[in-house]
């Protein structure tokens, strides 16, 4: 990266990326020289440099990847990708996107966001983990430094989008609750079908001796067979019985235990219905074909229902969450989830029991009508959970002036004199009193504030809060940038620490009574420095 008036990155570590960019070029060579060689044969050899060449050209874009900035605007592109480009003048703000891998890694990435709301994320630069952090970091404050300088940003605030902002957008959520509900739908359409099998099956009887032969599908016929041999699977491999000579199949697909129960040169009895074997009988085990009942299909279509409404609750808290900041954390949609989990207690036994709907008897309605009271009347504490909470900055937030002095305002409670208060809160920064972030709480009551990395009794290893040095500067909902640590509903308080931003989150109820405790330590401490 070079930094002044333009910043050029381009992918760290770029020799092994070459080296595989030479397999690519080797794989290409060998399946062409492979062909000519076979006279256009195809083969493992050359499908292997093929895939090859398919991998290298894949490095070859990632290698030569780059991203740069001048005075006009940003622009990147590989060899194999034009470049693009954005002037200044188009760009709202730079912001830091947190993408997430399959085992949960973090990677930050720059986001450019256009005056027209659309959002472009930048290739270059990435980091995955501590050691790329420095890098990147330092390439952003260079980016943000020629935007200002060249541009005209809309904000100083450094906005990340993680997954629980609102930012982040809604169309995974969405697809995955359409995809559930194409499901339930279509196994929907499958109750009436399973159901009508299963019933024909129940009271199929055996074909009289003059039915036609075009009729005995629907009647069950009996055949002597032959065990010839078993293969029993092994996991989730089928097992097949195999039949003497090929009569009246050649082999048929039953389960492992099936298999077991039967050893070659058993004589067994077949019955079939509706032209396939659906019985296999012999003197000491009998295989029968498992029907899937209606009610076990309309229990997976209610399943796949109530599995869409988390992922549709998910879409809502977006929805609600819409007039929010991008970075701001939305609610978490677990209240819902609680809400489906109780559902599901009484719908899906109701499925199973009633599949193709409740019959006009008093006690199925009556079932039907009081669970769906229930979902009802837990909905509603669930949308109260959820809702966002704007904190009321001037009913908690202690107010630090110049000389030291504090004042409160709002109704906060008293802690009780010589009892300790141990309080679920982090500061998110290294700080004197809380090094390498190592508190979890901060306990209040017999002594000053203090930060301790246990939720008590006693005061061990802990650190004092200097409070007269801090100075509130206001409350807020939590961000992207604050991460994953700070649960969704809490608010964060940021502070003045001689200079340093400082901020301090927990629980609204108990921030309020840390604020409270620390605005009262702070005045002590100024007005016991005036006495002096």
């Known amino acids: 990266m070079t930094v002044g008036q333009e910043v050029s990155v381009r992918p760290p570590r770029r020799r092994p990326l070459w080296g595989c960019v030479g397999v690519g070029a080797a794989g290409a060579v060998l399946a062409a020289g492979r062909l000519v060689y076979s006279g256009g044969f195809v083969d493992w050899w050359v499908g292997g440099g093929l895939l090859a060449a398919l991998v290298g050209v894949a490095f070859l874009h990632g290698v030569t990847l780059e991203v740069g900035a001048d005075a006009y605007g940003v622009r990147y592109g590989s060899l194999l990708r034009r470049h693009r480009s954005v002037p200044w003048d188009d760009i709202a703000d730079l912001r830091v996107h947190i993408q997430y891998g399959r085992h949960g890694e973090e990677y930050f990435r720059v986001g450019v966001l256009l005056r027209d709301g659309r959002t472009r994320r930048l290739p270059l630069p990435v980091s995955g983990s501590r050691d790329d952090r420095p890098d990147f970091d330092a390439t952003l404050d260079a980016l943000r430094a020629l935007h200002r300088r060249h541009g005209n940003p809309e904000s100083d605030h450094l906005a990340v989008i993680s997954r629980r902002t609102a930012g982040r957008g809604a169309a995974g959520p969405l697809f995955l609750c359409l995809l559930l509900l194409a499901g339930a739908g279509l196994a929907a359409w499958f109750v ?18 003059g039915t036609p032969s075009a009729e005995r599908g629907a009647c069950l016929t009996t055949l002597p067979a032959v065990i010839a041999r078993t293969e029993v699977g092994r996991a989730k491999q089928p097992s097949r019985l195999y039949f003497a000579d090929g009569r009246p199949v050649d082999r048929l697909t039953v389960s492992r235990e099936g298999a077991l129960g039967f050893r070659a040169g058993d004589r067994v009895e077949l019955t079939l219905w509706r032209g396939q074997v659906r019985v296999v009988a012999a003197e000491h085990h009998v295989w029968r074909e498992h029907f899937t009942s209606a009610g076990s299909v309309a229990v997976l279509a209610a399943a796949l229902v109530l599995a869409a409404g988390y992922p549709g609750a998910r879409v809502l808290m977006h929805r609600r969450g819409r007039r929010l900041p991008d970075d701001e954390v939305l609610p978490s949609a677990l209240p819902f989830a609680g809400v489906l989990v109780v559902t599901a207690l009484w719908l899906l036994p109701f499925c199973y029991v009633h599949p193709m709907g409740p019959p006009a008897s008093p006690g199925p309605l009556s079932w039907a009508a009081a669970g769906s009271l229930v979902t009802l009347g837990l909905l509603v504490p669930a949308w109260r959970a959820t809702r966002i909470r704007t904190p009321q900055v001037a009913a ?61 009794p006693g005061r061990f290893a802990a650190r004092p809060v200097p409070a007269h040095r801090l100075a509130v500067k206001g409350v807020r909902r939590p961000r992207g940038g604050d991460g994953d640590g700070v649960p969704r509903g809490w608010h964060v308080a940021e502070f003045d620490d001689a200079g340093e931003p400082v901020r301090l989150a927990a629980a609204p109820a108990d921030l309020a009574r840390i604020l409270h405790a620390l605005g009262a330590a702070g005045a002590a401490t100024g007005a016991t420095s005036a006495r002096a």
Do not use: I
């Open 396 to 456: 908690t937030a202690t107010t630090a002036t110049t000389t030291g002095a504090t004042e409160t305002t709002g109704t906060v409670p008293r802690e009780a004199a010589g009892a300790d208060v141990f309080l679920a809160a982090r500061f998110l920064e290294s700080t004197d009193y809380n090094p390498n972030r190592f508190g979890t709480h901060v306990v209040l009551g017999d002594g000053p504030p203090a930060v301790v990395p246990h939720p008590g």
């Open 192 to 209: 009436p079908v399973t159901g009508a099998t299963k019933e024909a099956w129940d009271s199929a009887v055996p074909c009289a001796a």
